[in-house]
């Protein structure tokens, strides 16, 4: 049996409380995915997968369904310490390609900052691959132009949960996810 995800969600929570596994599951259940038995999986974009809402894709899943994912979490228990989960995408021109995803996980940035270093990684390991030249001491927008030149790489994504954590010692987790169907 071949299991190659055809459709893909990304998704992403933040969950607080006394206990860190706790907070984790908090995290899970604002992603919408707590319900889930979650299977972590490298971070290769299939072939042929198309992005689908979040909404669609839980419409298509069942409480206890084993489910494929690429997570980023983060956690801490510091007050006003930022943390900050991001899942950054880069998919192919060529449908018939894999793509890559990547997993970040930092404390400080924002969510911008995050989401466009996920997207950054996504982005370089799919351009290796791909033998695209680029210079890796250029900042990332430099290096997205010389990506599209190379007609290789359609489109980068990222989804990211940014936050300060909560006041009084308790954990805060961030998680964001790629869910594969």
Known sequence: ???????????????????????FEMALREAGIAQFNLVRVSSIFPPGCKIIEREDGLQLLQ?????????????????????????????PSDVDKYGYLSEHHSYGQTEQEAGDYAEDQAATKHATTLGIPFDADKDYNARREQ??????????????????AAPGGVWTTTIAAAILL
């Open 63 to 91: 409480a206890g369904e084993i489910v494929f994912a690429v997570i980023a979490e983060m956690a801490t228990n510091e007050p006003s310490r930022r943390i900050a989960s991001s899942i950054g995408v880069a998919r």
């Open 1 to 23: 049996m071949r299991l190659i995800p055809r459709k893909l969600f990304l998704t992403r929570g933040v969950g607080v409380h006394k206990e860190k596994l706790t907070s």
């Open 147 to 164: 990506y599209g030149m190379g007609g290789e790489i359609v489109e980068t994504t990222s989804i990211t949960m940014a936050v300060t």
